[in-house]
């Protein structure tokens, strides 16, 4: 199993930018696809966005799509999600998720792996 550890989050105010990484260890994402997925106070978990480090496909959330950008580095092994024009509504905690079956897809259920979160907070 995967090792996922997540960094970059922090405060930042309406219409500014971060960028959140999620490094692998353990083994490398060349076999996986990666999600993004946040859980604001009192919501459920949701999908953000996805990539799949074979052949870089993604996917996005209809709210994020235009803002945020999935991408990869395979010499880091690590995944970011470069968060732009962001809403006090972004405010939550990110998660990244690994899926060995390499699918492009929202369902939760689907990804294996997870890291610990990092909060990420937007003041109006």
């Known amino acids: 199993q995967v090792l996922l550890v997540e960094s970059g989050g922090g405060l930042v105010q309406a219409g500014g930018s971060l960028r959140l990484s999620c490094a692998a260890s353990?083994?490398?994402?060349?076999?996986?696809?990666v999600g993004w997925f946040r859980q604001g106070p009192g919501k459920e978990r949701e999908f953000v966005a996805a990539i799949r480090w074979s052949d870089e496909i993604t996917a996005y959330a209809d709210s994020v799509k235009g803002r945020f950008t999935i991408s990869r580095d395979n010499a880091k092994n690590t995944v970011y999600l470069q968060m732009n024009s962001l809403k006090p509504e972004d405010t939550a905690v990110y998660y990244c998720a690994a899926d060995r079956k390499m699918r492009i897809t929202t369902a939760i259920r689907a990804y294996e792996s997870w890291g610990q979160g990092t909060q990420v907070t937007v003041s109006s």
């Open positions: 353990g083994r490398t994402f060349s076999s996986y696809a």
